[in-house]
């Protein structure tokens, strides 16, 4: 028998046991949160672990798939989202090797909290 997500007011919530649990995320502390976006594999957020060329890796990372509520990705880093129902990022991977990447951006604590706070998307 599958998981059953919940929908309330137009958000879908999913369970909490469903997703991994922030005390099993990869160890951060003193690594910068960043927003990248590659040239054809999209937008990521998470933690810097390494930069070479145009060869990123990032911890504790999710694709940011689709946003709502900030007209930029600069926009995005400084403020982060404000229709976070709106917003489609799936779930968090421990480390991400992105290749190509063109734009590395600095977010802000209000960022990485708006983007924490945008439920887990799946199809």
């Not at 145009?54 to 400084?78: D, E, F, P, T």
């Amino acid at each position: 028998m599958g998981k059953k997500n919940i929908e309330l007011d137009g958000v879908e919530y999913i369970r909490k046991d469903s997703v991994k649990n922030y005390e099993e995320a990869e160890n951060v502390d003193g690594l910068e949160y960043k927003i990248v976006r590659t040239y054809s594999a999209g937008v990521f957020a998470g933690y810097l672990e390494s930069e070479e060329g145009q060869v990123v890796i990032l911890r504790n990372a999710r694709r940011l798939w689709y946003w709502s509520g900030a007209a930029s990705l600069s926009q995005l880093a400084m403020e982060g989202v404000s229709k976070v129902s709106d917003c489609k990022f799936p779930c968090e991977v421990k480390r991400v090797k992105l290749l190509q990447v063109i734009e590395i951006l600095d977010a802000t604590k209000e960022a990485k909290k708006s983007i924490d706070s945008v439920p887990v998307w799946s199809a």
